[in-house]
């Protein structure tokens, strides 16, 4: 079958994941946690690649156990986290051990967070976005934390539901997130060396990228082509380069075709509007603009500077 024919299974509701496992329906039509120690999870009976439309955060026991950042090894035989949007493919990959699972898998709806502030909010936690492989791990006291706040919800979801219920809920679900948010700051830190190498694979591409004419023939590089390159996600490597530089990705390859304009506007007779097609843009007009945005002064200006 063709890439572009595969069909997505798409999971509208909770109840149709419960049914995916074989669980009974949830008891909150909008909002649902899974205790993997209670409810036996066959990861196998999960469609081979489905959409979801709802958000799902999974803990999993383990995520590979001792990682290697840099030159140094970090524990992190607890596991961590895992988290999906409503859209979002989500492919299963037929791991051969079906019945390994999440120990806990909170299913949210976004009408759940309707007329609360994290209805909004929770569009800007980039993890969202993060490939599987770019999980947030977790170190045993940071598991902690994260399962206490599961147990809340689970205690909210399994007592008789009322008018506070839905509040106390929300809050642990933005104190979840506060918590993902700080520990993925940590991991960037914590993966500093391993994330350095990345900064140089990535300016080794860039480099390449302009060098070997690429960018004349198929035209700006784009976060999407970097971040294959790089096998990561666009969310993850733009959080990572903030973490390292304080700039998104957008901003590096904007960095680097000023360079490289700054050295074919120097060296050479090539005319603006050569230089622009050659670093890839369709109008020269766009280069121009985008120089002396960066620059302050126009490629032309730039060029009589050295004359």
Known sequence: MKKEDVI?????????????????APAHPLISLIDGATNRVILSNLPQSHVLHFYK???KPSLGGKLKYGQDYYDFDEGGLLFAAPNQVIGNHGNN?????????LLIHPDFLWNYPLAKKIKQYGFFSYAANEALHLSDK??????????????????????????????????????????YKRQFITRKAVNNGLLQKLEDILEEYFVSHQSSNHGIPTVQYLSEKLNISPSYLSDMLRSLTGQNTQHLIHQKIIEKAKEKLSATSLSVSEVAYDLGFGHPQSFSK??????????????KSFN
């Open 142 to 183: 940071e598991k902690v934390t994260i399962i206490s706040i599961f147990k809340i919800i689970e205690e909210e979801l399994s007592s008789r539901i009322d008018d506070f219920s839905q509040d106390v809920m929300i809050s642990q679900i933005e104190l979840l997130l506060n918590y993902a948010n700080r520990f």
């Open 290 to 303: 985008l120089f002396k945005a960066k620059t302050k002064i126009s490629p032309l200006e730039f060029r």
């Open 97 to 105: 051990d079906a019945e390994i699972c999440s120990q806990y898998t």
């Open 8 to 24: 997505h299974v798409n999971m509208e509701s909770l109840s149709d994941m419960h049914r995916a496992f074989g669980l009974p």
């Open 57 to 59: 955060i999974s803990y």
